[in-house]
């Protein structure tokens, strides 16, 4: 059996895993990412993580194919530069080369994190019959991954995708990247996160206060999407508006790109038709197309969490840097 190693180097966590080449992902391990560490610290935790994922599956490094790594930002594959990552302390370093000296006599290779996440979905996933399709990765910010004609489209500067900085409110939320009134700002599960809590300051009384033990501190995506279940008013509210905001940016995709299929992934995609029938019913009515006979399947990730590691295990590109 062949090996492969996927880093999926996220805004929250950086995740390393083992996977086939039938694209099977055999063992993962993470850690916090540091986020304010730079790229030589970044690249020792990854080195670190590798280490002990081969020990525990009583591998050498030199048994690896190769070494994917998914970036959260624009990876320019040309020139090995992490240009621009705005959830990172990283900007204009030559991530690529650090990674090949790090990881010694290794072959290695990178990409933007959602579109790994989109390639694993291409490969093993929910799209992996389609031939164009959008992965929307909701988790600290919005990523985007664009799949046409079975390869990864990254635009000129190999910064297309980045889907999450499309403004969906003019003179909106001040987002990180520079700009106001990003869609990552009012979609991600960060910015959900933060409505959840925004709502509860405003309503002692809700479920949500129980499901979180009073501690608003330990709000997660999940702890909404309970307090929906259970019928919960202020929650309900909090999903609606929240949907009306995911579905906004959806529809644009839509509009723009018509892809056969548009894959919602991360953490808050495992609430299923919580989610998705009600982007459903928004697309019927505020598409440009909505009147076609062929409309875009709005689907669920298979892979979930694990769709950028397996992606990323898996890139390939001729024309990489040595």
């Not at 969906?168 to 939320?173: L, M, Q, R, S």
């Not at 206060?209 to 501190?217: F, H, K, R, V, Y």
Request: glycine letters at 10%; aromatic letters at 8%; a negative charge.
């Amino acid at each position: 059996m062949k090996y492969y190693i996927g880093i999926d180097l996220g805004g929250t966590n950086l995740v390393v895993g083992l996977v086939s080449e039938s694209a099977s992902l055999i063992d993962k391990e993470s850690v916090l990412t540091n986020v304010r560490a730079g790229a030589a610290e970044l690249l020792a935790d990854m080195k670190a993580v590798t280490d002990k994922l081969l020990k525990r599956n009583n591998l050498e490094l030199y048994q690896i194919e190769s070494i994917g790594i998914g970036v959260p930002g624009a990876a320019n594959r040309v020139t090995g530069m992490i240009e621009f990552a705005n959830n990172l302390n990283v900007s204009n370093e030559p991530f690529l080369p650090m990674a090949k000296e790090v990881f010694k006599g290794q072959t290695v290779y990178f990409n933007n994190d959602a579109n790994a996440a989109a390639w694993g979905e291409y490969l093993a996933g929910a799209a992996s019959n389609a031939k164009s399709f959008v992965a929307v990765t909701l988790g600290t910010g919005v990523g985007g991954g664009i799949i046409i004609d079975g390869e990864i489209f990254e635009g000129v500067n190999f910064a297309a995708g980045e889907i999450g900085h499309m403004v969906i409110v003019a003179d909106g939320i001040p987002c990180n990247c520079g700009r106001a009134g990003c869609f990552e700002a009012y979609a991600s599960a960060t910015a959900l996160i933060q409505q959840t809590k925004a709502a509860m300051k405003g309503d002692v009384f809700s479920l949500l206060w129980e499901l979180c033990s009073d501690d608003i501190s330990k709000v997660e995506g999940k702890t909404l999407f309970d307090a929906v279940r259970r019928g919960d008013e202020t929650a309900v509210r909090v999903l609606k508006q929240y949907i009306k905001y995911l579905a906004a940016g959806i529809i644009n995709i839509i509009n723009v790109f018509q892809p056969e299929i548009i894959c919602i992934g991360g953490g808050i995609s495992k609430a299923g038709d919580l989610l998705i029938e009600p982007i459903k019913e928004l697309i019927a009515k505020e598409s440009y197309s909505r009147t076609s006979a062929k409309q875009t399947r709005i689907v669920t990730a298979k892979l979930y969490n694990d769709a950028g590691i397996i992606g990323a295990a898996l890139l390939r590109d001729v024309n990489q840097p040595s």
